[in-house]
């Protein structure tokens, strides 16, 4: 099967962000010293892949992507089977996001070249770092001074690539720019029968944060459902 190619899109909208995540009962999705953070069922996991296989394209941050051991892909055959019939391409575009430019080269998600890596990044990046990045992935996108901006960032792999349906799987400092932007359209979240603790563990959304409720991001529950010890979410964004 070819690698996917860019669908020229004329006119090109938001896509639709979905944000999937893990987390453990006290709201931690990594433990103090970040180095566990896979911690979800079996069912979890097929939870995840069953959305990976509604997208066009799957995004994490650089720091996500490097200390995991994730391909970002659609996983087995029956997923790839699954997104033929919806009308999508075999496998999925991969989105990795670092203004700094920092990745690892060795990580993971760059040894399987079954489809297209693009790299979101900022000028912070400078050319030594950009002829790094660009020799790892099918396309590097300078969008933003300092930080990433977000919204740009969407409107092009709208446009150039044809996503129309973005699943970011973290980690928190990639979700709470997307919350805080207001780019987030649906939250899937999986509440696991665990304690991490500790005020350094990492949570769903991190970075600025919100300063008062009335910028809090509200959230709609659409369904919730019980496997096991674990609880499956499904959250609409409400805008406004």
């Excluded at 350094?200 to 944060?209: Q, R, S, V, Y």
Aim: some cysteine; aromatic content about 6%; charged content about 25%.
């Amino acid at each position: 099967m070819k690698p996917s190619v860019p669908k020229p899109q004329p006119s090109a909208p938001l896509p639709f962000v979905l944000v999937n995540m893990a987390m453990t009962a006290d709201g931690k999705i990594a433990t103090a010293n970040r180095r566990l953070s896979s911690f979800g069922s079996r069912r979890d996991q097929e939870h995840l892949l069953q959305l990976r296989a509604t997208a066009d394209a799957v995004m994490a941050g650089a720091r996500t992507a490097d200390s995991n051991p994730v391909n970002l892909g659609p996983g087995p055959a029956k997923y790839r089977r699954l997104r033929l019939r919806r009308g999508l391409a075999e496998f999925n575009l991969r989105v990795i996001v670092s203004g700094s430019g920092t990745v690892n080269p060795k990580a993971e998600v760059f040894r399987r070249r079954f489809s297209p890596i693009i790299i979101l990044t900022t000028r912070r990046a400078g050319p030594q770092r950009l002829r790094t990045l660009r020799a790892l992935a099918a396309e590097v996108k300078v969008c933003g001074t300092r930080q990433v901006n977000f919204r740009l960032a969407l409107r092009w792999l709208r446009r150039k690539w044809g996503v129309e349906r973005l699943l970011c799987e973290g980690g928190g400092e990639l979700n709470g720019a997307l919350f805080r932007e207001g780019l987030v359209n649906e939250l899937h979240l999986t509440v696991c029968p665990r304690i991490f603790g500790g005020r350094a563990a990492p949570t769903i959304a991190e970075g600025l944060g919100s300063v008062t409720l009335a910028r809090a991001t509200q959230l709609d529950l659409v369904t919730a459902s019980r496997h096991g010890d674990e609880m499956f979410l499904v959250y609409r964004v409400l805008r406004g």
